[in-house]
């Protein structure tokens, strides 16, 4: 009799703490969907928006610290690589704690690791504070997503990816802006402190608006060893793609790390096989529905990091821009996408996903032969243009990514399911701007090397250019011996400059060969309606 009254006791308590989707449906109405996409998207959106805003820094870094670029890399490399990694912690946290806790846990910890960032009295300090950063940015994003697909009916999830997708794309276009804006006016340190209202406005709706733990879902333990290895093989192979080109691609130093990174990365696979509750549920992998939307995804993480990273880079570097004027570049294009968000997630709802992914991988793929098409005389506007076209496939493509993958999981699947195509999309961001990055240094390298092989006594346009710079000097009274060294010197300038374009320009035209490609597994997805 007595344990019939404590179980009682126990029932009644949890039924009144529990505020499950559909009990928090009930008490707000219809309105709760958008409150609870709204608080879902603030949390990841601020996140992401730290990742960018902090890499318009990496100059005045350097400066204050008196580092190179080598070490000043890290403060990137590592927020990328712990929340690639802390993805997989998604489905765990929803199960232990649930996805109100959870969610304010990790907003939590990001201020903690912004204040660490701020304050940094050394760059270890600093790219210690990115590391608690990007732990809970890849919390927060898994749990937003399976919260907010929760939320919504079967035939209106296209429409909730698509709002959620608007905090992920529309951060990493408007961090540069903040950023460049922020430095100039104060310094890179405020960069930090830019996201915290944000931030904590996010954790008092999440209080309102996010659900609580469901008492009938079993703990789940959590699988440290594979947490560590992934994070371990993410790291070693970031890092060995990223100094490849500078230290030797066979010197001992990255043949150890590449192979350091793929030995982890085996056994990190060989763990989740053998684990009792692995953090990467490979059965996900079993449905083909999703291994397709997954290797979409990789695809899309590459070229939504990829560009970002090579727009402003190039414009600031070919066109001699400033840092918040590359930034405002790709502003136009990210208020156009905000505003065709709700419309592609009803096209998601509306038509096959298999001819709305093939669209969106064609827009971009021709918005980078546009910029392929690109040189030092192209105005800004049509720059903005060129980015518009390409940012209207993304947002296409991430709902359509997001619906398919999840929608072809069982119920019990779903928390794992969205931390996987999260982590997988978030690896192909984090490699593929390494990936980028090199293959850019060895064009140009290629280029400078071609140019340079041209300049001979017989090409006579660099004899004419040779006979004006040395006029001009003349006329500037320069005496006769620096006359022809100064030429030569400045007919080299003009060779890198046009080495360093052409390297740009066969990064676009990379981006948008690698998204042509994926017009064939894009082909594959479902064909009939949502």
């Known amino acids: 009799m007595r344990r019939d009254v404590v179980r009682s006791s126990l029932e009644t308590v949890s039924s009144i703490t529990t505020e499950s989707v559909d009990t928090l449906f009930e008490r707000y109405g219809p309105s709760y969907r958008w409150l609870v996409t709204l608080t879902g998207m603030m949390g990841a959106m601020v996140m992401i928006l730290a990742s960018t805003m902090a890499n318009v820094a990496v100059p005045s870094i350097m400066g204050t610290f008196g580092v190179g670029q080598d070490q000043a890399q890290w403060m990137a490399t590592a927020f990328l690589a712990t929340m690639t990694a802390s993805q997989l912690l998604g489905a765990w946290v929803i199960s232990a704690v649930g996805a109100r806790v959870g969610y304010l846990a990790a907003v939590a910890i990001f201020f903690v ?29 898994p749990v937003a997503m399976v919260v907010i697909f929760k939320a919504y009916p079967a035939d209106q999830r296209g429409l909730a990816m698509s709002l959620y997708a608007m905090g992920i794309m529309i951060a990493p276009i408007m961090g540069p802006v903040v950023g460049g804006i922020t430095i100039d006016w104060l310094s890179w340190r405020h960069v930090f402190f830019i996201p915290l209202p944000v931030a904590g406005l ?220 999260n982590f997988v999309r978030l690896m192909g961001g984090a490699f593929g701007v390494n990936g980028l990055v090199v293959f850019m240094e060895q064009r140009t390298e290629f280029h400078s090397v071609a140019l340079t092989a041209t300049q001979t006594s017989q090409n006579s346009s660099s004899r ?4 004006q710079v040395a006029s001009l000097l003349e006329q500037g009274g320069v005496a006769d011996a620096v006359l022809q060294p100064g030429a030569l010197h400045f007919l080299g300038q003009v060779i890198e400059a046009q080495a360093n374009t052409l390297g740009f320009k066969d990064g676009f035209l990379i981006l948008a060969v690698i998204f042509i490609l994926a017009l064939v597994p894009a082909w594959r997805m479902g064909s009939r309606r949502r």
Not at 131 to 139: D, E, N
Not at 464 to 467: N, Q
Request: net charge neutral.
């Open 464 to 467: 004419e250019l040779l006979d």
């Open 113 to 141: 690791g912004s204040l660490i960032c701020a304050g940094a009295p050394t760059i270890d300090i600093l790219i210690f504070g990115r590391v608690v950063q990007g732990f809970a940015a890849g919390i927060v994003q």
């Open 202 to 421: 996010a954790m008092l709706m999440a209080v309102l608006f996010m659900p609580t733990r469901d008492p009938s879902v079993k703990r789940r333990p959590l699988d440290w060893q594979g947490y560590l290895l992934v994070g371990s093989a993410i790291v070693c192979l970031m890092i060995a793609i990223a100094n490849g080109q500078r230290d030797g691609w066979v010197s001992n130093k990255i043949v150890a790390l590449l192979l350091t990174g793929i030995g982890l990365a085996t056994a990190f696979v060989i763990s989740q096989y053998r684990s009792a509750s692995p953090i990467l549920n490979f059965a996900v992998f079993k449905h083909p529905q999703f291994v397709i939307a997954a290797i979409l995804g990789f695809v899309f993480g590459a070229g939504n990091f990829g560009s970002t990273y090579i727009i402003p880079v190039f414009v600031q570097t070919v066109q001699d821009f400033t840092p918040t004027a590359a930034g405002m570049v790709t502003v136009p294009a990210g208020f156009v996408v905000m505003c065709l968000y709700p419309v592609m997630g009803r096209l998601v709802d509306t038509f096959p996903i298999r001819y709305l992914a093939m669209t969106g991988l064609a827009l971009f793929a021709f918005g980078m032969m546009l910029l392929w098409t690109t040189d030092v005389n192209t105005t800004f506007w049509t720059l903005a243009v060129f980015a518009i076209i390409g940012r209207l496939g993304f947002s296409i493509m991430i709902p359509a990514i997001n619906v398919s993958a999840l929608g072809a999981l069982p119920p019990e699947q779903l928390d794992q399911g969205a931390g996987t195509i």
